[in-house]
Nanobody, 118 residues
Framework: VQLVESGGGLVQAGGSLRLSCAASGRTFSNYRMGWFRQAPGKEREFVASISGGSTYYADSVKGRFTISRDNAKNTVYLQMNSLKPEDTAVYYC??????????????WGQGTQVTVSS
């Protein structure tokens, strides 16, 4: 699966952004999809994942971020509200290991930068 993330940018604390991840190459609807992020100097971490109607979130984003998908468009979204400076990172999407809620597999895209100013 090839993945292209978009929608990042610079936003003030408390603001919102909507990220998109366009997928191609395999049957998109067969995969659980997830969002991950990597802040400067830190390891990449799990943010959220979705499969059918099942969603799973990291504690740090619960109640603020919403993941969704449109299988007809082969796209997964991440709506981010009430953004905090600590949400600043490069955001990536990826497929999720079968049977897992948060383990990625496959190649990473280029990511999209999200910067939240205080």
């Amino acid at each position: 699966v090839q993945l292209v993330e978009s929608g990042g940018g610079l936003v003030q604390a408390g603001g919102s952004l909507r990220l998109s991840c366009a997928a191609s190459g395999r049957t998109f609807s067969n995969y659980r999809m997830g969002w991950f992020r990597q802040a400067p100097g830190k390891e990449r971490e799990f943010v959220a994942s979705i499969s059918g109607g099942s969603t799973y979130y990291a504690d740090s984003v619960k109640g603020r971020f919403t993941i969704s998908r449109d299988n007809a468009k082969n796209t997964v979204y991440l709506q981010m509200n009430s953004l905090k400076p600590e949400d600043t990172a490069v955001y990536y999407c990826n497929t999720i290991v079968y049977g897992s809620s948060n383990r990625p597999f496959g190649s990473w895209g280029q990511g999209t930068q999200v910067t939240v100013s205080s």
